[in-house]
């Protein structure tokens, strides 16, 4: 077998050496997560993703060895193949920074603010991206598109207010599926994804729709409202399935099983698709071989509580912000814990000195 041929690219002044035919974003996740873009569309295990959303949009500042002239625009890296001495710039890049905080921007603008009775909050991709790239305002004045939640099954509801249009519902029917029942429908601002003449989704495989969505646009129906995900504990499961690989995520409020997922890797992505059966009607722990607790990333809202602080990577892109952003406090300071105390620290003190106007003072009984 012939080994295959290795082109070099630097990323971010790293760099990587891939084979022929390797985009961009898949040279910067070899290289670590501190140097892929981030993706919305993009999903590697679905065929044809990629190019709808251009939240990864990277800076070609050196187009290959041989020709070495920069890119004129910025390209979406999920699209783009590499080329042996290819440069590129992503967070180094102050053009791309920018560029990606107005496809935050674009994509916000029909957003609503769900999240705090959205399913989705704490692993949707839309808050991450929206926390590290966008801004704490908006410039939309305009009246938002608004539909009905939508029924697609027993187990499917669509809340197309939160749709981003990223396509990856549709390749996941198109790839996993015998027959496709939804899609995108009408053209440009008044595109939607629905059914034709309300057809719902009726197959073995149907809800991995859940999975691959990147919002919380798709949800299970037999989790809604049950539990925000940081409440929850996720394990690591397989059970002998004839339809599926049998391998998932059991999500447990409790000794109650809440939700069942299909693993998914440091990109957020499931490699092995799961069945309806496994999904929707194996939520008693008897039907599963526990394997262990299921690896989450420290930084994750999801680890809420259940790891020590020590524990706890922070995020780069946090520290960062904070480091400019925000006064410096010391965290030394003693923890209080109830009032009484906080009445006697120094702090307090300091505090009703400085608004003792708006306090009328004690007088004592006589």
Aim: proline share 5%; net charge neutral; aromatic share 8%.
């Amino acid at each position: 077998m012939d080994t295959p041929q290795l082109i070099k690219v630097t990323i971010d002044g790293q760099e990587v050496h891939v084979p022929v035919g390797t985009t961009i974003m898949e040279a910067a996740r070899q290289i670590g997560p501190d140097v892929a873009p981030p993706a919305m569309c993009y999903y590697k295990p679905l065929k044809g993703s990629g190019g709808k959303c251009r939240a990864c949009l990277v800076k070609v500042s050196q187009g290959s060895e041989k020709d070495p002239r920069p890119m004129p625009k910025l390209v979406a890296s999920c699209i783009t193949g590499a080329q042996d001495g290819m440069v590129v710039e992503n967070f180094t890049s102050p053009e791309v920074v920018e560029a990606r905080k107005g496809v935050v921007e674009f994509l916000l603008l029909n957003h609503p603010l769900d999240c705090p009775v959205c399913d989705q909050a704490g692993e949707c991709h839309l808050q991450d991206f929206a926390f590290e790239n966008g801004v704490g305002t908006t410039r939309y004045e305009e009246e938002r598109r608004t539909f009905e939640p939508e029924n697609l099954g027993d187990n499917i509801q669509l809340h197309m207010n939160r749709c981003v249009l990223c396509y990856r519902c549709v390749y996941t029917a198109d790839q996993i599926t015998d027959k496709r029942v939804h899609g995108v429908m009408y053209r440009g601002d008044h595109a939607e994804i629905s059914t034709y003449i309300n057809n719902v989704i009726e197959n073995d495989f149907s809800g991995n729709v859940i999975d691959v969505c990147p919002v919380g646009a798709l949800t299970d129906k037999t989790y809604r409202f049950k539990s925000r995900v940081w409440f929850s504990k996720p394990v690591d499961a397989h059970r002998d399935c004839d339809k599926c690989c049998g391998k998932v995520n059991l999500w447990y409020k409790g000794d109650e099983v809440i939700r069942v997922t299909a693993r998914k890797n440091q990109w957020g992505e499931v490699e092995d698709f799961i069945c309806n059966s496994c999904r929707f009607d194996s939520k008693k722990t008897a039907d599963w071989v526990i394997e262990g607790p299921t690896k989450v990333k420290r930084a994750s809202v999801i680890s809420a509580n259940k790891y020590p602080k020590n524990e706890i990577k922070k995020p780069a892109f946090a520290l960062d912000y904070a480091a400019h952003n925000f006064k410096k406090i010391n965290d030394d300071r003693p923890y209080y814990k109830n009032l009484k105390e906080v009445k006697g620290s120094e702090d307090y003190k300091a505090l009703m000195e400085q608004n003792a106007e708006f306090f009328p003072k004690e007088t004592s009984k006589k």
